[in-house]
Each structure stands twice: as C-alpha cells, then as structure tokens.
Nanobody, 127 residues
C-alpha cells in the first residue's frame, strides 16, 4: 500500500517562491513516476509536472514553463516541486500522485495514469 503526504503549502505574495514536498511510503519507490497536479476552485484537476524516478526524466505542463521544477530523492523517498515567480492564478490545492506504469510521455499528464494520490496542500498566491 502506497501513501503520499504533501507538505509545504501556504500563503505567498505574487512573485514569491514555495517548495512543496511529497513523502512516499510503500515499496519500490524508484519504480514509480511521481506527478504533481493542482485544482483551483471550480476547475478540474490539472497536470503540473512529473518525474520518472528510475532515470530522472521530467515533464511539465505548458502553463508553468521555467517557473516550476520537479525533483525526486530516491534515498529519502521524497518528491519536491520548487515553485518560483508565483502568480495569483497558481492558487490551488496541489496534489502529489504516484504511477506504477505509463506508456508514453503524453500519458504522464493524464490523471488516470496515476494509481495513488495524496490529500493535497493549499497554495495561495496573493496579488
């Protein structure tokens, strides 16, 4: 059984930075692809970034080019999302997710690819 626990959310002014963390418990962490999604009020949950832990390949949404960086630490079983240049439109609940299998880069952005989800952490960016 895999459990994911996010932390690091909070309130930040526009232009500021935050680092979100996701703690993984379960087996074979390095076999997973880990993703970050976000959901703003009244909107669907959308893909932000993902990383395949066995080789460190990263994937990003077109909505966060160059502002967000995803990384994984296999030794600590942690995944991070470093966010900078935050905008009010980045306000959302951010979710960590784990996928045991995926078929292509395009599938990394699909919610249905992921098998496990955390409870989410709130990020609020004030203008």
């Amino acid at each position: 059984q895999v459990q994911l626990v996010e932390s690091g959310g909070g309130v930040v002014q526009a232009g500021g930075s935050l680092r979100l963390s996701c703690a993984f418990s379960g087996r074979t962490f390095s076999s997973y692809a880990m993703g970050w999604f976000r959901q703003a009020p009244g909107k669907e949950r959308e893909f932000v970034a993902a990383v395949t832990l066995r080789d460190g390949t990263t994937y990003y949404s077109d909505s966060v080019p160059g502002r967000f960086t995803i990384s994984g630490d296999n030794a600590k079983r942690m995944v991070y999302l470093q966010m900078s240049g935050l905008k009010p439109e980045d306000t959302a609940v951010y979710y960590c997710a784990a996928a045991l299998s995926w078929t292509s880069a395009r599938t990394m952005a699909r919610r249905t690819t992921y098998d496990y989800w955390g409870q989410g952490t709130q990020v609020t960016v004030s203008s």
